[in-house]
């Protein structure tokens, strides 16, 4: 039992590690990107040729160009820095899934000229700013005036909000269309900060990045997402190590009560030994009829604790509502946290590992019992019986 409990709370737990793993995931790169192509220079040069080169590569999904810039909006005298990116609303849609978070309007709304701005949830909650209302952009470039250097000013209308479930974008990223984008950071109509990539698998992101500069003409910088957000993913998979690695003490406390059960049995059947033995039992015999004991808890431990932790692990939503039914408590509240169910996503690598590492401790503890049982001496164990 102690070795099937153990297993149930590291499988369920790092199940739902992955799980908020999976869904962080998803939430940053549905808005950033998988790979970014840009400039040296700050502004990448005929980007419909290096969209298309980089649509070659076998991987690519799709490409999108974009101008990113900063700025800060201004609404009911409430300001608030923000980070600008133009895009192209057909193209986006391909490498973004800014179409699944729209909570107003759509990004067929960005319409060149018109100067349409989409902004996040948060964003919106802070200027106290609607679908329709006026706001501000400022441009951090300047324009030169007698009065000396002015900040660059242009009115938008806001026509869509977004909720992405992730706050650095949500209250800190706003949309507008690329011709107005070029137009507010003075670029040429040719020009943008880079082109964005979407790749059939992420996880093959470093190694496009080494293949892509052989495929450009233009020389560029190759970035991709586990370099923009490594401190960010880094820091979850170290709290899930650190995690399982204290939750497999369990696991060993489990596998420490077999050394003691079986050292109990030892001291507890010595004079069956020594009768065994008189009836000649080799030591070898003796050794492992405890061995196959203490296998034979490990072996359905580990067996119940795989089937436990994946029901547990598979329906641990349900059980959560359940608890919070019960008690009428509610752990992840959806005016506190993004993610207000538990995510849960069971990878057969980890339970693998779980199951061995189970297993072979449960192997490993019946090794001294073992050892000690052949070492009985059927002299000693039968002087006062």
């Known amino acids: 039992m102690g070795i099937t409990l153990g297993m149930i709370a590291l499988i369920t737990v790092m199940s739902v590690m992955n799980g908020f793993q999976k869904e962080i995931r998803a939430r940053i790169l549905g808005v950033a990107s998988h790979v970014q192509i840009g400039s040296f220079v700050g502004t990448l040069e005929h980007w419909q040729q290096t969209a298309q080169e980089a649509s070659k590569h076998p991987l690519v999904e799709a490409a999108a160009p974009y101008v990113a810039g900063q700025g800060m ?31 107003n309007g759509s990004l067929e709304n960005l319409v060149p000229g018109e ?24 441009s951090p470039q300047g324009q030169m005036t007698p009065a000396g250097i002015l ?10 909000t977004f ?36 790749l059939n698998d992420l996880f093959q992101a470093p190694e496009v990045v080494k293949q892509l500069p052989s495929m450009l003409t233009i020389d560029s910088y190759i970035t991709d997402w586990t370099k923009q957000h490594a401190n960010y993913f880094r820091a979850i998979q170290i709290e899930k190590r650190m995690l399982s690695l204290i939750l497999a003490l369990i696991i060993a406390v489990a596998a420490f ?9 030892v001291t507890d059947k010595q004079s069956d030994i020594a009768i065994l033995r008189t009836l000649g039992a080799s030591p070898r015999s003796i050794m ?54 538990i995510p849960t996503d069971p990878q057969m690598t980890d339970i693998t590992t779980v199951a061995i590492t ?11 019992p073992s050892y000690r049982a052949s070492k009985v001496n059927p002299a000693e164990a039968l002087r006062y019986e």
């Open 73 to 103: 909006l201004s609404h009911n005298q409430v300001v608030q820095g923000v980070m600008v990116r133009g895009i192209l609303p057909t193209m986006e849609d391909k490498v973004a899934d800014f179409a699944k978070t729209m909570v």
């Open 115 to 138: 100067f349409g701005i989409i902004i996040g949830s948060d964003l919106a909650r802070s200027l106290g700013t609607f679908v329709g209302d006026k706001i501000v952009l400022i």
């Open 151 to 160: 900040p660059r000013l242009k009115q938008f209308t806001v026509v869509g």
């Open 163 to 198: 909720e992405i479930g992730h706050f650095e974008y949500d209250s800190g990223l706003v949309l507008i269309h690329l011709f107005d984008a070029q137009k507010l950071y003075r670029m040429d109509n040719d020009s943008v900060t880079g082109v964005r990539l979407k």
């Open 257 to 265: 009560n077999i050394v003691s059960t079986l050292v109990m049995a």
């Open 288 to 341: 492992k009829i405890f061995i196959v004991q203490g296998t034979f808890i490990g072996v359905f431990g580990t067996i119940l604790g795989v089937t436990g932790g994946l029901l547990l692990a598979y329906n641990v939503g349900e059980v959560v509502v359940f608890i919070e039914w019960l008690f009428n408590v509610q752990f992840l509240s959806r005016e506190v946290y993004y993610i207000s169910k």
């Open 358 to 368: 189970s297993f072979t401790l449960s192997l490993l503890a019946t090794i001294y």
